[in-house]
């Protein structure tokens, strides 16, 4: 017995498959208008057929009798549903021609036999599982874009997406609940929508540097900048004056430059970046918060921006102590990694125990010029015994032969400084002091081997022990004045999640940052090979 589709919805939805934009509600029903829908062998064997190469999905329909998930009778809702969040999912900044929800409706206007019912249903299992995948954990495996970006994944199991969307009785609700529960997503979204409504044509300002007093038509276009993104009121001005200043200092603050009320160099280059460029930063921003997707953060946890040059201690939502980081420097070899692990002791008075990359890149080649050189450094064997500099013969060795490792003994000079803080890991990174303290002047704070250097490492010490002892200082200075290199448990594990963020939402609004790795280049260039398209960045 064949079947007829009807499918209805308004004349604004259907722009809305045609361009796959989300700016409208769309209204899609797939009515199966055949007297009565009973099971057939024909429907039966096609769905068979169409979902053998997927063991998941058929494992699923084997398991449910084969009975129809999207295309029966009572499915409408579900189904519905479904092409609402496939035909919106540009929204989220996803690849809608992933999913191709027009392509289903095609299917769905050309489906005559039950033959052909059973190659829909499918074709709306795979495109509902690759959807709910990207939308819960992301579309990239960043992996594959950056090796530095080595966070883990979790992605859904497939039998558990489709259990829950058959089993639910709100299907919307289900699927709204696969996007990150974090609010920081909804305002990138909501950003994102709002930088697509903007017109492309942007007041560039021309100058290098512009001051308190100045008088211009670079002035003016300052001003007009400044209004236009809610920094000032209206005025007429032509001369930077004090409201000026103010509102280049707010804009400053948040942008994570140096709030002297001065637009200089690189307070010019922020203000004219284009809503073009913010959009690419906002897209990858809602993917790297959908790699994290429900993962709990912890209601105590360290949240290390790399893009911000900010390590922040969050209590329940909170930030209960910031201080500035140094970061790995730009170079392929020395750039911070991405991943999230657990804080669990600190070291007071630490050694450090060089890393063999440097070891070899760089002290071996002194070493062999001078057996001498970098005379702080102890040799030590593979017992981690200090050997000699004269028992050495330095110059017999390669990079990939030299036995011997390098440490710091501590000190008030040592790289680590006075303390550092352990998550282990694989790529041996983890928090610490430095006497290289004029750092932390510099906007942008790129200069470590990969670890993470911190501003403020005695505070952010005090604030992590007060959890466990009502004298977080006198603890810490205890194991200081002891001078030997010494541990300190935390009773509770901390997570720490190092993150890459260039736009992210603040109290006051939207904090951009520059791309210093290259990394949302590189993920923005994948996402649009994947099939992301922003208008405001295509034209």
């Known amino acids: 017995m064949g079947i007829i589709v009807h499918i209805s919805f308004s004349a604004r939805a259907c722009g809305v498959i045609r361009r796959l934009t989300a700016t409208t509600a769309l209204t899609v029903a797939l009515a199966w208008t055949s007297p009565v829908l009973a099971q057939s062998d024909a429907f039966t064997r096609s769905l068979a057929e169409a979902s053998a190469a997927d063991e998941a999905v058929a494992g699923f329909y084997r398991g449910h009798g084969y009975q129809p998930l999207w295309t029966g009778p009572n499915d409408q809702a579900r189904r519905h549903a479904l092409i609402m969040a496939l035909a919106t999912a540009d929204e989220q900044g996803l690849p809608v021609k992933r999913y191709d929800p027009a392509a289903l409706i ?30 819960s954990s992301g579309a990239l495996t960043p992996k594959k874009i950056d090796p530095t970006i080595v966070r883990e994944i979790i992605r859904p199991d497939p039998a558990v997406l489709l259990a829950g969307i058959a089993a639910t009785p709100a299907p919307d609700a289900y699927l709204s609940a696969l996007l990150p529960n974090a609010p920081e997503y909804a305002r990138l979204v909501k950003e994102k929508l709002r930088l697509e409504r903007q017109a492309p044509s942007l007041i560039g300002i021309s100058a290098t540097k512009l001051s308190p007093g100045d008088s211009s038509d670079a002035v003016v276009a300052l001003r007009d900048r400044l209004i236009e993104l809610g920094y000032m009121g209206r005025s007429a001005t032509a001369i930077y004056d004090g409201q000026m ?17 001065v637009a200089g160099e690189s307070t010019i280059e922020a203000l004219n970046t284009t809503p073009a460029e913010r959009l690419q930063s906002v897209s990858v921003a809602l993917e790297r918060m959908r790699w994290m ?18 390590a922040e201690i969050v209590d329940d939502g909170r930030v209960s102590f910031q201080t500035r980081v140094v970061v790995g420097k730009a170079s392929p070899e020395m750039r911070s990694p991405e991943f999230s ?113 911190l501003g403020d490492p005695f505070d952010f010490a005090y604030t992590l022990l007060a959890k466990q002892t009502s004298d977080p200082k006198g603890l810490f200075q205890e194991h200081l004045d002891a001078k030997n290199e010494s541990s300190v448990s935390l009773e509770v594990p901390v997570p720490v999640h190092l993150v890459y963020y260039t736009a992210w939402p603040t109290k006051t609004g939207m904090a951009y940052r520059r791309d210093v790795y290259g990394r949302d280049a ?18």
């Open 106 to 135: 095609a299917l769905a206007k050309a489906a005559v036999t039950e033959g052909d019912r059973g190659r829909l249903e499918v074709a709306m299992t795979t495109a509902y599982l690759s959807y709910a995948r990207d939308v």
């Open 341 to 453: 692990d657990q804080m669990e002791y600190l070291v007071i008075n630490p050694s450090w125990g060089v890393p063999r990359s440097i070891i070899v890149k760089e002290y071996l080649p002194m070493l062999q010029r001078n057996p001498n050189a970098v005379g702080h450094l102890q040799v030590i064997d593979g017992r981690g015994r200090v050997v000699p500099r004269g028992a050495v013969n330095f110059a017999a060795y390669s990079a990939s032969s030299f036995p011997f490792g390098l440490r710091q003994p501590p000190s008030d000079g040592n790289a680590l400084g006075k303390v550092k803080f352990m998550f282990p890991n694989t790529y041996n990174i983890y928090l610490h002091d430095t006497p290289a303290k004029a750092l932390f002047a510099n906007e942008v704070r790129a200069f470590s081997h990969g670890c993470i250097r």
């Open 245 to 261: 200043q103010r509102a280049v200092q707010r804009y400053q603050l948040d942008q994570g430059l140096a709030a002297d009320g």
């Open 522 to 539: 590189k993920l923005f260039e994948a996402l649009t090979e994947a099939g992301v398209a922003l208008p405001e960045v295509q034209g």
């Open 293 to 310: 997707g429900h993962t709990d953060l912890g209601a105590r946890h360290i949240w290390v921006n790399q893009a911000d040059f900010t």
